[in-house]
C-alpha cells in the first residue's frame, strides 16, 4: 500500500523559503513518477513540479521555474521541493503524489489525473 506524508510547510514572509519533504513507503521510486501539486482556496489543484520514474526528468509549471526545485533521495524514499523566493500566490496547500504510468507527453506530468495516490497536504503561507 503506497503511503505518502508532506512536511515542511509553515508561514514565511515573501522571498523567503522552505522546503517540503515527501515521505513515502509502499512503492519503489524508480518505477513511479512524483509530482507536486498544490490548491489555494476556492482554485483547482495544479501542478507545481514532477519527477520521471525512469529518466529523472524534472517539469516545473512555468509560475515557478526557477524558484522552486524538486529532488528525491531513493535511500531515504524521500521526495523534496525546494522552494525560494516564495511569493503570496505560492500560499496553498501542497500534496505530493504518485503514479505507475503518467503517458508519453511531457503534458501529463503537472496534470492531476495519472496521479494515484495521494498525501493529506501541507499548508505553505506566504504573507508579511
Known amino acids: 500500500q503506497v503511503q505518502l506524508v508532506e512536511s515542511g510547510g509553515g508561514l514565511v514572509q515573501p522571498g523567503g523559503s522552505l522546503r517540503l519533504s515527501c515521505a513515502t513507503s509502499g512503492l519503489d521510486l524508480d518505477y513511479y513518477a512524483v509530482g507536486w501539486f498544490r490548491q489555494a482556496p476556492g482554485k483547482e489543484r495544479e501542478g507545481v513540479s514532477s519527477?520521471?520514474?525512469?529518466?529523472?526528468?524534472?517539469y516545473y509549471a512555468d509560475s515557478v521555474k526557477g524558484r522552486f526545485t524538486l529532488s528525491k533521495d531513493k535511500a531515504k524514499n524521500e521526495v523534496y521541493l525546494q522552494m525560494n523566493s516564495l511569493k503570496p500566490e505560492d500560499s496553498a496547500v501542497y500534496y505530493c503524489?504518485?503514479?505507475?504510468?503518467?503517458?508519453?507527453?511531457?503534458?501529463?506530468?503537472?496534470?492531476?489525473?495519472?496521479?494515484?495516490?495521494w498525501g493529506q497536504g501541507t499548508q505553505v503561507t506566504v504573507t508579511s
Open positions: 503524489a504518485t503514479a505507475l504510468d503518467v503517458g508519453t507527453s511531457s503534458v501529463y506530468y503537472l496534470a492531476t489525473d495519472p496521479y494515484d495516490d
Open positions: 519527477i520521471s520514474k525512469h529518466t529523472g526528468t524534472t
